[in-house]
């Protein structure tokens, strides 16, 4: 079965800095993989999707991931941090048929004024 | 659209209590499922569905019942509440086929402290 890590479960940067969140799956190439985004107290929403053949996908709030078969990495980032991008960050890959999907740990961003 | 509801939003139990968690969404969605969220643990699937009537079980599935009569709605039942059960629960659903295949759309979820 397909699994992802998610490393470092805190991650600070200043405002202005540059995000990188690092995910890494753990087999084949998988069809699909996703970025989640979960701000406080709040269900997870979508911030972008991979599937085949892409490399860079870009997401919603200027967030962007990379698929690097090499490297079996999902990474994400975002050049600029800004003070409302504080929030939990899932990414997660697709199960059994693709009807479920498997969340990594999660990644809790901080970012300092 | 309202998306995904559940209801309710909070709730406390005492041990050995019995509660039904409803989860409904708006979408025509033909796959629905439960997660429990526990700090440092992720999203762990409880139960899932994969269409009116038929239901199958997440990796942690014990303590919890589910049913799906209707397309549009998921209940999560806990027969006899214990302490470990305190957790936030969150529904999700998406479509089977099509451009959004395999994206989960969640609800708000469900804090529930179990004393």
């Known amino acids: 079965a397909q699994s992802v890590t998610q490393l470092g479960s805190h991650v600070s940067v200043s405002e202005g800095a540059l995000v990188l969140l690092r995910c890494n799956y753990s087999s084949s190439v998988p069809p699909y993989l996703f970025w989640y985004v979960q701000y406080p107290n ?29 490297e079996t990495s999902f990474h ?3 050049p600029s941090a800004h003070m409302s991008d504080a929030a939990e ?11 479920k999907l498997t969340f990594g740990t999660g990644t809790r961003l901080t970012i300092i004024p | 659209n309202a998306g995904v509801t559940q209801t309710p939003k909070f709730r406390v139990l005492k041990t050995g209590q019995s509660m039904t968690l409803l989860c409904a969404q708006d979408m025509n969605h033909e796959y629905m499922y439960w997660y429990r969220q526990d700090p ?10 994969v269409g009116e009537g038929t239901t199958a079980k997440g990796e942690v599935p014990d303590g919890y019942n589910v049913s799906r009569l209707k397309k549009q709605n998921f209940l999560l039942g806990l ?37």
């Open chain 1, 42 to 70: 709040q269900g997870l929403q979508l911030l972008l999707k991979y599937t085949t053949g892409a490399t860079l996908v870009k997401g919603i709030n200027g967030f962007e991931a990379e698929f690097k078969k090499s």
């Open chain 2, 40 to 49: 440092g643990m992720g999203l762990r699937l409880i139960h899932y569905s």
């Open chain 1, 89 to 99: 960050y899932f990414c997660a890959v697709p199960n059994f048929g693709n009807e």
């Open chain 2, 79 to 115: 027969e006899s509440a214990a302490p470990s059960q305190t957790s936030v629960y969150f529904c999700a659903s998406s479509h089977r086929t099509g451009e959004t295949k395999n994206i989960q759309y969640f609800g708000a979820g469900t804090r529930l402290s179990v004393l």
């Open chain 1, 76 to 78: 994400l980032t975002k």
